[in-house]
């Protein structure tokens, strides 16, 4: 009977199982490897440790999550792209928790493979040209301010509105969209109002 062959996917997919039943600690290489049913030394052909692998998870988990912000600023809408991390959190609330791993800046340390750090540099390049784009489109110019304000509205609002709710693994609720909204409202307001001082 011949062996199964695994892809780099499966061991990815077993990961994001395992932590979605017993948390990100509970993927450890034995426990993806039994999963799949594949010797652990399937596991070290392919990844040269569990970070490694789980830093793979996380800028596959990041990369999907941005796709709706990045459509939703092609389309002009800002709003949008500010509510699509609640929303996204709702449907994917596994993944969502997965990101709670690491911060991008993790990666920029020694010990990660290029590719990996490779990877995560050009996701945040494409990042940051996502608030240069938005800036650009709310504000009228992407300045130093504009950018810093488009940061905050695009990521570390909605981050920060849902990262409570990741922890207790539950479902933002749906007044974090309607905070959202409000904070998003009042800082374009205001950034808009001080221009024509």
Known sequence: MARPKFADRDFLDAALAIAAE???LAA???AIAERLGAP???F???FPSRDVLLGELWLRTVLDFQQG???AL???DGLRAALHTPQWVRTH???ARLLLLYNR???LQGGWPEALRDGVAAQTRHMESGFSRFAQLVFGRAGRDEIRRAQFLLAELPVGAVRQHLQRREMPPPIVDELIRITYDAVIADYRARQKR
Request: charged share 30%; no cysteine; aromatic share 8%.
């Open 22 to 24: 017993r948390g990100p």
């Open 40 to 42: 652990v030394g399937s």
């Open 69 to 71: 912000i990045t459509a």
């Open 93 to 95: 609330l596994d993944e």
């Open 44 to 46: 070290y052909h392919r």
């Open 28 to 30: 450890t290489v034995g």
């Open 105 to 107: 800046d993790d990666f």
């Open 74 to 76: 092609d389309a002009g």
